[in-house]
């Protein structure tokens, strides 16, 4: 299955992706991620990126389009790929369209995570990752079952994105609003788009994803 989850800052994209890896054997493919591995490389275009995403504004579209391009060739996506937050404007939109035509991979579907703005503020406050799996962590929504252990690799270290601060998540909000919510009705115009309450718990949001990609299979 080809899938996009679309959604604001702090929604769930990252965690619902992760669990369409486990349970699915997706790819997930989160640009948010690529820049950062970049940015901690110190590579030309992560440099670039991580002062860019430090005030938490869009990455230029050539970069990401590059990017997920590039990745798009690499033989795992066959197998099917979750998109976790690309793309984020019409630009990159149009661009992916043109990308899976050309690679032969369409499309199945876009699921769009609505969460109201107070919980998106209040989740990117509280998230936390594993250093070194990446498992997504919550102070209050998700912790792991042992503290300080992390549930899926055992590591003990754990880190905080530099863009998770209040101030930054106004920015994030606002680039949201300006350049990614046009996409809802960009793919709602193309019968692709499902709406998910993200405000439920993780596993109710996972079940309401599971019901509509049985819909997109049937
Ligand atoms: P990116 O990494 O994509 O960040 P984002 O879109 O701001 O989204 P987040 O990763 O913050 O949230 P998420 O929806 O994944 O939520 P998560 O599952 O972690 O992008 C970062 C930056 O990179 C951008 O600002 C930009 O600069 C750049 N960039 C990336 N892609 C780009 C592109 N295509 N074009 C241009 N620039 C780009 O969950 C959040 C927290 O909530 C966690 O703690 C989690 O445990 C908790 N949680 C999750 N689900 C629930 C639930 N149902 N109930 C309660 N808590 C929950
Ligand atoms: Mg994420």
Same mark, same amino acid.
């Given at each position: 299955?080809?899938?996009?989850?679309?959604?604001?800052?702090?929604?769930?994209?990252?965690?619902?992706?992760?669990?369409?890896?486990?349970?699915?054997?997706?790819?997930?493919?989160?640009?948010?991620?690529?820049?950062?591995?970049?940015?901690?490389?110190?590579?030309?275009?992560?440099?670039?990126?991580?002062?860019?995403?430090?005030?938490?504004?869009?990455?230029?579209?050539?970069?990401?389009?590059?990017?997920?391009?590039?990745?798009?060739?690499?033989?795992?996506?066959?197998?099917?790929?979750?998109?976790?937050?690309?793309?984020?404007?019409?630009?990159?939109?149009?661009?992916?369209?043109?990308?899976?035509?050309?690679? !032969?991979?369409?499309?199945?579907?876009?699921? +769009?995570?609505? =969460? $109201?703005?107070? &919980?998106?503020? /209040?989740? %990117?406050?509280?998230?936390?990752?594993?250093?070194?799996?990446?498992?997504?962590?919550?102070?209050?929504?998700?912790?792991?079952?042992?503290?300080?252990?992390?549930?899926?690799?055992?590591?003990?270290?754990?880190?905080?994105?530099?863009?998770?601060?209040?101030?930054?998540?106004?920015?994030?909000?606002?680039?949201?609003?300006?350049?990614?919510?046009?996409?809802? !009705?960009?793919?709602?115009?193309?019968?692709? +788009?499902?709406? =998910? $309450?993200?405000? &439920?718990?993780? /596993?109710? %949001?996972?079940?309401?994803?599971?019901?509509?990609?049985?819909?997109?299979?049937?």
């Amino acid at each position: 299955m080809r899938l996009i989850i679309l959604g604001p800052p702090g929604a769930g994209k990252g965690t619902q992706a992760q669990r369409l890896v486990e349970k699915h054997g997706l790819v997930q493919l989160s640009t948010g991620d690529m820049l950062r591995d970049a940015a901690a490389a110190g590579t030309p275009v992560g440099k670039q990126a991580k002062a860019l995403m430090d005030q938490g504004s869009l990455v230029p579209d050539e970069v990401v389009i590059n990017i997920i391009s590039e990745r798009l060739d690499e033989p795992d996506v066959r197998k099917g790929f979750v998109l976790d937050g690309f793309p984020r404007t019409l630009k990159q939109a149009d661009a992916l369209e043109g990308l899976l035509a050309e690679k !032969g991979l369409p499309l199945d579907g876009v699921i +769009l995570l609505a =969460v $109201d703005d107070d &919980a998106l503020v /209040e989740r %990117v406050g509280g998230r936390y990752t594993c250093a070194k799996c990446g498992e997504i962590y919550h102070d209050a929504n998700k912790k792991p079952a042992v503290e300080g252990v992390c549930d899926v690799c055992g590591s003990h270290e754990f880190k905080r994105r530099a863009d998770d601060n209040a101030e930054t998540m106004r920015t994030r909000l606002h680039a949201f609003y300006k350049d990614t919510s046009p996409l809802v !009705g960009y793919y709602y115009a193309k019968g692709r +788009l499902r709406t =998910v $309450d993200g405000m &439920a718990t993780p /596993e109710k %949001v996972a079940a309401a994803i599971e019901d509509v990609m049985g819909e997109l299979k049937g």
